[in-house]
């Protein structure tokens, strides 16, 4: 069965930090790998990361993925209160999308 | 950006009452979703189809009904509340395939009391 494990589950910082969260999966076919920021509602897409060592960028957010690791990471620099969220990793399978637990963001001011 | 569309967003009823959530999306996606989460933990798929006439469990059993008449529209039903399905619902949609990213509706909190 696929699987998709997040590290930290849970992470408090304070504004301006740089923080780092993971994602380690074991998947049967390998798709690609998505991360998504979900506040109070529902998840909202990040990144899609399907070539090893491709950094992808947005604003203060990257993300690369790391196929020898069977792992990838999300970076945010200079984070700010508004980055406080549950970040989700996910890979897609078959019929649906295997979530990592997520890894809940606190940005203190 | 998604359109993608759940309603109602907030749903207080008492136990026994039949409900149906809403999910709807215009951007002529073949699969659908339904995933449940629980406040502070992971999302879990109960509900998904392939296209219309198409409907499957998910890993986490659920009590409740789906149904997929037309491509837009995905509605979750539950014949018989009960306190234990109180929770958040998700509704998604994706194209499908390898790359296959999925848009989520803005959710249903359901409370049963």
């Known amino acids: 069965e696929d699987k998709v494990v997040q590290s930290p589950l849970s992470l408090v910082v304070h504004e301006g930090d740089t923080v780092t969260l993971n994602c380690s999966y074991e998947v049967t076919n390998f798709r690609s790998l998505l991360w998504y920021k979900q506040e109070k509602k529902a998840p909202t897409f990040l990144f899609m990361l399907t070539s090893s060592g491709i950094e992808k960028k947005s604003g203060r957010l990257s993300s690369i993925l790391d196929k020898k690791e069977l792992s990838s990471i999300l970076n945010i620099t200079a984070t700010q209160t508004g980055d406080s969220a549950i970040y989700l990793c996910a890979h897609p399978s078959n019929n649906d999308m295997r979530f990592g637990a997520g890894t809940r963001l606190t940005v203190k001011p | 950006e998604a359109d993608i569309y759940q309603t109602p967003r907030y749903l207080v009823i008492g136990t026994g009452k039949k409900i149906t959530l809403e999910c709807s999306q215009t951007m002529g996606h073949d699969k659908m979703y339904w995933y449940q989460q629980d406040p502070g933990m992971e999302l879990h798929l109960i509900h998904y189809s392939y296209g219309v006439n198409s409907t499957e469990k998910g890993d986490l059993s659920s009590e409740s009904t789906v149904s997929r008449i037309r491509t837009e529209h995905f509605p979750l039903t539950l014949e018989s509340a009960r306190p234990s399905h109180t929770s958040q619902y998700l509704c998604?949609?994706?194209?499908?395939?390898?790359?296959?990213?999925?848009?989520f509706g803005a959710g249903t909190r359901l409370s049963v009391l």
């Open positions: 998604a949609s994706s194209i499908g395939g390898g790359k296959n990213i999925q848009y």
